[in-house]
Structure formats: C-alpha cells, structure tokens
C-alpha cells in the first residue's frame, strides 16, 4: 500500500525541487525518478511487486495470480468508466455555457459570494458527479467575481473552503467514488445513498459552517 504513495510522493518532491532549482531537471537520474514516479509507472509498478511478494514468494502459481488480477478488472474498470464520463459531461457543461449561467443567476439573486461558490460547487457535483470537475468548474466560474469582491487573504482562503465543501456533497450514482465504496464495502446502492451520501453530506454543510465562520470573523478584522 505504501509503495505506490512513496514513488508518487517522490515524484511529486522532485518536481517541486527542479521547480525552485534545487535539482537539475535535466539530470539523467532524476528524469528516471520522476518517470517511476508518474501514477501509471508507480501502480504499475506496485502491481508487480504485489504478484511477486504476495504471489510466487507465497507458492501462488502463474494461473492462480492471472485469476487474481482478472478478478479485479471489473471493478477498476466500472470506476473508470464512470470517472471518465463524470469528466467528460463536465466538459460538456463547461462548453454549453451553463456553468456562466448559473453564476449569473446567484449574482442576480444577491446570493453572498460564501454560499454562491458553494452552492454551484453543490449544483456541478450533483449534476456530473466528480467533485474534482465541481471544484475545478467552480473555481474557474467564479475567480473573477472573488478577485473583484476585494477580499483578503483569510477571506480568499475560506471561500476557497467553502468551494471545496460543496464539490463533496451529495456524493451518489454518478461519482465514482460511489461505487468505489460500494464494491469495496460490499453494499447495495440503497445502502451505500443511505451510508456515504449522507457522511459526504454531512462533511460538505460542516465544512461550510467552518468556512462561513472564517469568512464573517476575517471580514471583521
């Protein structure tokens, strides 16, 4: 479990160093470090130590490790499938324009900046379910209205907060996550709209409250 996270987290240290000048990016070795670090080298990897150290070293035969790693495509690639249509509707969002509209429509409603990033935050996660294509989408809509708003920087970061608490919530049928921890979990749907909506949910309105509270101390000050 560690392997993985390791190499990614090495890539990761070695990009940020060559970025300050820390390290030559150039350099023969750390261009081979930052390859095994990149995700697909890094589980891929992982994957083949795991057939060696918990496989062959364990008397598993070739078939039986085969069967293994069978097993275990469906899964992975029902979350991917559902992942990339998650992105690939935000993209349509994004291009029709809708994401403009709903920002126009919390500015003519007088909506406070606080609860209208998080509220299309809240509306992009529900409507294409990936909490990374919400924020991103909603950052991107609504970073001109904060820049002009005249914020500091507390404020800045609790808006950021709030952005992020609503690209979380209502996590359900079309979030790969859903699914990731339904199969995992070995749940229904039912049960997991009942389990993980609800604490994905209940992560996103605390963490608003958190936000707000920053957001109305900060503009205090």
Known sequence: MLLPVGLIFLNTGLNMAASL???????????????????????????????????TRR??????????????LGPVCSVILVTGAGG???G??????IGDALADVMGDLGVPLILAVFVVALVLRIAQGSATVALVTTAGLMAPAVAAAGLNEFQVAAI????????????HVNDSGFWLVGRLMGMDVPTTLKTWTVI?????????????GIFAVAGLV
């Open 21 to 55: 000048g820390a390290v030559d990016a150039g350099n023969y070795w750390v261009q081979v470090l930052r390859m095994v670090g990149e995700t697909p080298v890094a589980l891929l990897i992982s994957v083949l130590v795991t057939s060696v150290v918990l496989g």
């Open 59 to 72: 008397g598993k035969t070739g078939s039986a490790i085969e069967k293994t790693l069978d097993g275990a």
């Open 88 to 90: 690939m509707f935000g």
């Open 92 to 97: 349509v969002l994004r291009a029709s324009g």
């Open 160 to 171: 950021v907060l709030a952005t992020g608490a609503g690209s979380v919530a209502a996590s």
């Open 200 to 212: 994905e949910t209940a992560i996103a309105l605390v963490g608003f409250a958190i936000a707000a």
